[in-house]
């Protein structure tokens, strides 16, 4: 609320007497006595009759007699209407009028009578009358720097120039009038005035004028919180970012008090409000006196979550794993925001709320108890998901997935998944249980069939997997993620067992692994980094068992990088490493050797195209590689296109030689969408030798890297 001083109101009050003065009358009310109308003794009228004439027409009181009766009206009127001797006593004999002649002629035939032909108009009711044009004129704004804001919001700017009619041109005036009084104020210039007017050019053009008064602008005098005691002491005054002589700009205000209303609850008081403001303008200072009432409430402490809900997913004990908090702590609605986060993020409710509420019962430190509810409605536990992409070398994939998420609660999900493409086929089967045992924790076991068939190698394989991780999630990206478990595979593949002569073997491999990958991203987004980095170690201690047992250790580590130049360019760069230690090329099973080229690697090149090749130029696999990129990234709205240079070798021996590298450029189309982008590139290499693709296309979901 806003409120200029008393003296001022007096001062406004004296101008309306004023001009109401010339109107006494409409002043009164009904119970004031109405003041006769003042005479003129000076102004003289025509008599209606003369004094002699109207004494005559007096009726002549004959008898004295104060007693007697009076003479009839009768007589008195008789005697005022004398008879003359010779009228007769009757009314003469009614004559006919005279007939008109024309009026005695018959009427003439239909059939002779000329009707007049109609002249048809060209002109159309219903056509639209021309626009009024006209001409927008803006003074006044000054310094104030809001005559960009007014011109994007002005109802006569926003017309064009053109108008049905007048009045609308008018109505449109008017509104801008209100708009730019409504402007200034919220910037503190509260003696404002605006004034719109419609001229007439030369030309016969309206040209509409908005003149504009700012007056001086106000600051802030005197600020008063009106609050109980906090701790610590002048948490509200610290938690209002507003100062004596500051302007009084109506967003400042309003994100200052929405800071109080934020930092209260982060610190203890979950049930604090923030009153209504009153600001108390002086308009001979120039300044506003602020006074803001807040009422604190208890300050508060955990205990414990209770919930209800019609259709539950799960109940209060599994919520219990997923808070953040321990009870006792002080109250923190951060801590409240993301336990609401965490129970939206296992896409098992329609609809949840959590909210604090009032225990009445004493805390530890002089705090008070404060539950959390969460109101909860389970949503649809099963879902249909798909995916469809396509590579050069790796042909068309389609993956469907059927999930039932909570078919062993709590968050016990049962997914089966079916892999159909030119190259690869399968089958696999998986639980998984989230937040197992603790908040972030996800434990999964799974089965698989599949059949793979590359140029590199043909593969039948069945395999069991076992798994806990921490991994990032759309609504939690996560710092830290790790992922730990074991695999023990059956495959059967027909590889390449001599390269000088191409000759092909089918070999059963029996492989067993106990993958560890650990991961530290500090991106700003999971699908869509504009800046920060990512790096990512992946070791797995494996053991091959194929006529000997062939123990060995596979291991990767990425670091990717994106730095921003504009708003809507970004340059991105990535580098892999790669190896495979303790064993040679040939013991290794063909499906678990080290390979490049594809869209996730070095585009440009089919997939699993580079790195040494047998006498029919089929890629074998190695044991060591090196990968490099960089792109740029130019946005434009919900489009973008991408440049990019792409380099790497796959070599036989452990250790990545650095040498011979291969090289791939192309563009790509992005189209930007709420949950990522859409990825098309298109890529050649550069010196393509015998046997590898003149260009390679590659689409799916999400960046490069």
Do not use: C
């Not at 803006?138 to 049905?164: H, N, V, Y």
């Amino acid at each position: 609320m806003i409120r200029r001083q008393a003296h001022h109101v007096r001062r406004m009050l004296g101008l309306i007497l004023v001009t109401a003065s010339p109107l006494p009358l409409m002043a009164q009310t009904t119970n004031d006595p109405v003041p006769a109308l003042p005479y003129d003794a000076t102004a003289s009228e025509e008599p209606i009759l003369p004094d002699d004439q109207f004494e005559a027409r007096l009726p002549q009181v004959e008898n004295t007699d104060p007693a007697a009766p009076l003479p009839s009206i009768d007589s008195w009127i008789d005697q005022q209407m004398p008879q003359q001797a010779d009228a007769p006593t009757q009314l003469p004999p009614a004559t006919e009028p005279a007939q008109e002649v024309e009026l005695a002629q018959p009427l003439a035939p239909l059939d002779s009578v000329t009707v007049p032909a109609n002249a048809a108009s060209d002109d159309d009711p219903n056509a639209k009358q021309p626009d009024i044009r006209y001409a927008t004129s803006i003074d006044g704004f000054g310094k104030t720097g809001l005559e960009d804001a007014f011109k994007d919001a002005s109802t006569l700017i926003d017309g064009d120039g053109k108008a049905e009619t007048a009045a609308m041109v008018q109505a449109r005036a008017q509104e801008d009038e209100k708009l730019a009084v409504r402007l200034l104020y919220s910037e503190g210039y509260y003696d404002a005035t605006a004034l719109a007017s419609l001229d007439q050019t030369g030309d016969g053009t309206l040209k509409a004028v908005v003149s504009v008064t700012p007056g001086k602008r106000y600051t802030l005098g005197d600020i008063v919180i009106t609050a109980g005691s906090t701790v610590p002491p002048g948490l509200v005054r610290d938690s209002l970012p507003l100062k004596t002589g500051d302007y009084i700009v109506a967003t400042t205000i309003e994100g200052a008090e929405a800071n109080v209303a934020l930092k209260l609850p982060e610190n203890g008081y979950a049930f604090a409000k923030v009153g209504e403001r009153d600001i108390l303008l002086d308009p001979a200072t120039i300044t506003g006196d602020y006074t803001l009432p807040v009422d604190t409430g208890p300050r508060g402490t955990f205990r414990k979550i209770t919930t209800s809900g019609d259709k539950q997913a799960f109940g209060a004990d599994h919520m219990e794993v997923i808070r953040r908090y321990k009870p006792g702590q002080l109250y923190d609605s951060r801590k409240v925001d993301d336990l609401r986060k965490a129970l939206v993020a296992t896409g098992l409710f329609a609809s949840v709320g959590v909210d604090p509420v009032r225990t009445g019962e004493a805390g530890p430190d002089g705090t008070e108890y404060v539950d959390l509810h969460v109101e909860q409605e389970a949503g649809p536990p099963r879902t249909l998901a798909g995916e469809a992409g396509y590579g050069t070398g790796q042909g068309f994939r389609a993956e469907g997935t059927w999930t039932h998420r909570n078919l062993f609660p709590p968050e016990g999900a049962l997914i089966a998944s079916v892999v159909a493409g030119t190259q690869e086929q399968g089958v696999s089967g998986t639980f998984r249980r989230s937040n197992a045992g603790k908040r972030d924790r996800t434990f999964q076991a799974g089965a698989l069939l599949n059949h793979q068939k590359y140029d590199a190698y043909e593969a039948f394989t069945a395999g069991l997997n076992i798994t806990w991780a921490r991994q990032s999630t759309p609504i939690f990206q996560k710092r830290w993620t790790y992922s730990y478990g074991a695999e023990i595979l059956l495959s059967n593949e027909q590889t390449t067992i001599n390269a000088a002569t191409g000759e092909n073997s089918r070999l059963t491999y029996f492989i067993g692994a106990l993958p560890v990958q650990v991961g530290y991203d500090r991106s700003n987004d999971l699908l869509n980094p504009t800046r920060g980095f990512r790096a990512n170690l992946r070791v797995s201690p494996e053991a091959s068992l194929q006529g000997n047992v062939s123990p060995y250790v596979r291991s990767t580590f990425d670091l990717s990088g994106y730095f921003p130049v504009s708003d809507s360019l970004v340059i991105a760069a990535r580098t892999r490493l790669g190896t495979i230690n303790g064993v040679a090329r040939d013991d290794v099973a063909p499906s678990r050797r080290i390979y490049a080229g594809g869209g996730g690697s070095v585009r440009g090149f089919g997939f699993q195209e580079l790195g040494p090749k047998d006498v029919n130029a089929d890629p074998i696999g190695g044991r060591s590689v090196n990968e490099f990129a960089v792109e740029g990234r130019y946005r434009f709205g919900n489009y973008g296109v991408v440049a990019f240079v792409d380099a790497g070798q796959v070599y036989e021996s452990q250790v990545p030689e650095f040498s011979d590298m291969r090289y791939g450029v192309g563009l790509g189309g992005r189209f930007y969408t709420n949950f990522g982008p859409f990825r098309a590139d298109i890529a050649m290499p550069i010196n393509r030798q015998p046997g590898e693709s003149k260009f390679a296309v590659y689409i799916g979901i999400g960046q490069a890297f």
